[in-house]
């Protein structure tokens, strides 16, 4: 005891130091980190991931030596403490040990250091225990009851289920020539179920309801500009719904499912209970907020209740692909950052932190300390109800919650034992959390914010960069250091422009947030001022989009990587290795410039020298085969940056990236040669920042969801569209070119929409190339004998029809006798294109025949004896 004035004395000192009452919030002031929960809180972590699937048996086991152990710890310590006491004298050491003042009596005189760690291995044994128990008894409902058995069986029931999430749809899917229907997706809990024989079984069971898209109003088509809404996605959470449905097992074992329930040919739901109040109230507060956002622009629209509440039911396919690739996808998602921008409002602003304990709107109206907890409280509370009260939103405002106590007192490192105390009770609250990527990531960019960020940050203001530039650059940085190899292992991605992306777009989070939250509070009163809040709002949403749009559009954006842990640990080490030599570059301002242009180069990647230093695209080349997977996507050059376009692939992101390799930035004629999506589904990479003259499509307009959205991109980008007869002819410069098929009206329908496959027959200078689309040998014959047919001769180029498929005629290929042949198609896809009889007819009458899906991108260049293709 004689000790604590001497502490006490030390902590004046500090005070004084600060030259304030509270002391400055420094953290090279606060002494040691505080550590002692860590422990305790990655043993939780670890047991629960592991505990889930395991046996009784096991749990039984695992708790009861786990407890035993834990409790001859604490026992020694208690023997040893009442009976070697030594009069508070601390005895000799054979080695000097550092003891903190105070608490060298605190075990009857023995030394902290002999004491703490028998308690600190207790603790963690006794926090394996609740972790083995918890997970057992929340791994138990994956396995329990009948759900899992009549899963196996395949069997078709009748089932009552508990909307326990917000139902999604799926992302659209490409599958072969069509686009797979859209689903909605329920979590749910199976609570009663009857199976056909009439009998019945209550019980407790984790499930995902499929509702299949064939039913009406459930799926169908997909604007490029806004998701269908159905009647499954207005449920709200606690809703009690009547299902029949097929059930199937979950598709990864581990997962926190014990059955899929197939709904089919169902327009809307049956509700048997319906939602709680607090839900119900949330409900409007989020259909109010999508309401006031109706009239915004289309990125706004969408993105809006995404930063606000998490509600991602409008962003569309492309958008979310790009806050993928620019690692914005955080943004979509209820995080910690909603939470803390809206608290620092009544606290204060991070930017003072540092200086002051109090700031923002609380101490500027004379609300006092407790009150002013008291109201952080309530509004963290409002978070929740709103953001819907899943473990997801859970987490994100304990860790939210700790960034914002952060923030407010600058004392990080104190912050850690919250962390992980925040940790350990969210893990034993809901064990499933230890095996969930969203848990890890928003762990990891916590932690990083309160260890990494601070002493960055302090690093590049001593290198004079201003401190709000130093914090925001060090907060990006650190959390993409600590994220980036979970990420890989989810994307198989790395992105280069994932911290200049968040950098540029944390600008504009603050305002949208603030003013996405005013418009959600005031719609259920006051639309038309909520309309106005929104519409204030869309600037900066859109500006966001922007950011993600661009950053996933540059060409050198991102690095494919190994998609595994393996992978995860060469990057962490890449990562670490990448911080050692750059705390020696930033020494040296030249040296920073020269990484920082290069950087800029390999990012942006402009055309004239990645010709130079690739040999790609070659120079004076004619016509390009893209690889765009399963599908079909070719470029005729069309003078310097020019091409017509032929077919867009099924996928936006790859046509885009060739057009861009190929330095496409005008394109006078867009040409479909029919509306399979392997054709179509990526006409909004070809129109992507580009100038398009038009777009031709076949008159055969089938299927109908995909003329449906060639016609909205169409619209929606003031772009006219026309129809390709035979007989038609166009020129642009030295580009010319003549449609052979389909024939004009009237004419028989054909067999489907493959047979009614524009084909064009192209000049460039003296190359003759022919494009068949993906017509088969009705139409192939047809061809021939059609007065188009005796233009065939002579062919220089085939694109091959049908990505090579076995179904050609062998007269139209001894006609056309091409010099070279490519083929487009998907490695390893499902249909075996090309066949080895259509490669083999083709190399007998003389062709060089390539294939995207070994070669890659192909470039004809030269004519005559100088004719010669190039591999990207």
């Known amino acids: 005891m004689r000790r604590a004035p001497d502490l006490q004395a030390r902590r004046a000192d500090v005070h004084a130091a600060s030259s304030g009452r509270l002391g400055a919030a420094h953290p090279r002031q606060e002494g040691p980190t505080d550590l002692r929960l860590v422990p305790p809180a990655l043993a939780v972590w670890a047991t629960a991931a592991v505990m889930l699937d395991a046996t009784a048996v096991w749990v039984m086991s695992t708790s009861v030596v786990c407890l035993v152990a834990a409790g001859v710890l604490l026992l020694v310590r208690r023997r040893t403490a009442g009976g070697g006491g030594t009069g508070g004298q601390v005895p000799e050491l054979s080695a000097p040990v550092s003891v903190p003042a105070g608490l060298a009596s605190r075990a009857g005189g023995r030394p902290a250091h002999a004491v703490w760690p028998r308690v600190s291995v207790a603790a963690v044994l006794l926090c394996v225990a609740a972790a083995a128990v918890s997970a057992g008894l929340h791994g138990a409902d994956v396995r329990r009851g009948p759900v899992p058995d009549l899963a196996r069986q395949y069997a078709t029931v009748t089932a009552e289920v508990e909307v326990t999430s917000d139902p999604r749809l799926s992302r659209p899917r490409i599958s072969g020539d069509h686009v797979a229907p859209t689903s909605v997706l329920i979590e749910g809990e199976v609570q009663r179920v009857e199976k056909a024989d009439g009998t019945a079984a209550v019980t407790r069971a984790p499930a995902l309801v499929i509702v299949d898209a064939g039913a009406r109003g459930a799926g169908g088509e997909t604007s490029a500009e806004r998701p269908p809404r159905s009647p499954w996605l207005e449920l709200l959470p606690s809703t009690r719904v009547r299902v029949v449905a097929r059930l199937a097992p979950a598709a990864v074992e581990g997962d926190r499912v014990a059955a899929v329930l197939r709904v089919r040919g169902k327009a809307a739901p049956e509700a048997v209970g319906g939602p709680s109040g607090v839900q119900r109230f949330a409900g409007r507060l989020r259909a109010g907020l999508r ?279 060469l990057l962490a080490l890449v990562t670490v290795t990448v911080l050692l030599i750059g705390r ?139 129809q390709a007869v035979a007989g038609e002819q166009r020129r642009t410069g030295a580009l010319s070119w003549q449609v052979l098929w389909p024939p004009p009206r009237p004419a028989p329908d054909p067999d489907g929409p493959n047979d009614a496959s524009i084909a064009l027959l192209a000049r460039s200078g003296g190359l ?56 487009s198609c998907g490695e390893h896809n499902m249909y075996g294109h090309p066949a080895p009889s259509t490669v083999a007819a083709l190399r007998a009458e003389g062709a060089v025949v390539l294939r995207t899906d070994r070669d890659g991108a192909l470039a004809v260049m030269g004519e005559g004896r100088e004719l010669g293709v190039a591999r990207d």
């Not at 600058?410 to 893990?427: C, D, E, F, K």
């Not at 960055?456 to 530039?469: D, Q």
């Not at 790859?654 to 861009?660: A, G, I, N, P, S």
């Open 291 to 569: 309401e006031a956002a109706d009239g915004l622009p289309a990125d706004a629209r969408a993105l809006l209740p995404g930063l606000v509440v998490g509600d991602t039911s409008r962003i569309t396919p492309e958008l979310d692909e790009a806050f993928k690739e620019t690692d914005l996808a955080h943004t979509l998602a209820v995080s910690g950052s909603n939470l803390t921008i809206i608290l620092a409002l009544l606290i204060g602003p991070p930017g003072t932190a540092q200086l002051v304990e109090r700031r923002g709107l609380a101490p500027r109206l004379g609300i006092p300390l407790r009150t002013t907890a008291l109201l952080g409280g309530a509004l963290t509370l409002a978070f929740v109800v709103v953001c819907r009260p899943d473990p997801s939103v859970l987490r994100a405002a304990t860790c939210g919650a700790v960034v914002l106590l952060a923030l407010a007192t600058g004392r990080r490192r104190s912050l850690i034992p919250a962390l992980a105390t925040a940790v350990l009770l969210l893990v034993l609250y809901d064990p499933w959390l230890a095996r969930s990527y969203g848990f890890l990531l928003s762990v990891l960019a916590t932690g990083a914010l309160l260890t990494l960020a601070p002493r960055w940050s302090e690093a590049l203001r001593r290198r004079r960069v201003p401190p709000r530039l130093a914090e925001g650059l060090a907060a990006a940085a650190a959390a993409q250091a600590l994220c980036a190899p979970v990420v890989a292992v989810l994307s198989a991605r790395v992105s280069l422009v994932a911290v200049p992306c968040n950098l540029l777009a944390e600008i504009a989070v603050a305002p949208a947030t603030v003013l996405g939250f005013a418009a959600l509070a005031t719609a259920p009163v006051l639309m038309p001022v909520a309309k106005a809040l929104a519409w204030c709002a869309s600037w900066p949403a859109v500006w966001i989009a922007g950011i993600a749009r661009t950053g996933a559009a540059l060409p050198g954006g991102g690095v494919d990587w190994p998609g595994s842990w393996s992978g995860a640990g």
């Open 584 to 722: 020696r570059v930033l020494r040296h301002p030249w040296w920073c410039a020269a990484c920082g242009v290069l950087l800029v180069l390999v990012v942006v990647q402009p055309p004239p020298l990645t010709r130079v230093i690739t040999g790609w695209p070659p120079p004076g080349w004619r016509f390009a085969m893209c690889d765009v997977g399963q599908g079909d996507a070719t470029v005729l050059a069309a003078g310097d940056g020019g091409g017509v376009v032929v077919d867009a692939g099924p996928d936006p992101t790859l046509v885009d990236h060739c057009l861009r390799t190929l330095g496409i930035t005008r394109i006078p004629l867009v040409v479909l040669t029919h509306f399979h999506a392997d054709h179509v589904a990526g006409l909004p990479g070809v129109l992507r920042g580009r100038s398009v003259g038009a777009i031709e499509t076949t008159g055969f307009e089938e299927p109908a969801d995909q003329v449906q959205f060639v016609r909205k991109e169409a619209a929606a980008r003031h772009i006219p569209l026309t």
């Open 768 to 823: 003759r190339l022919l494009l068949l689309g993906d017509l088969e040998p009705p139409s192939q014959q047809a061809l021939l004998r059609s007065p188009q047919g005796a233009l065939l001769g002579g062919v220089d180029v085939l694109k091959v029809a049908h990505h090579g498929s076995a179904y050609q005629d062998p007269e139209l290929m001894r006609r056309v006798a091409p010099r070279i042949a490519l083929i």
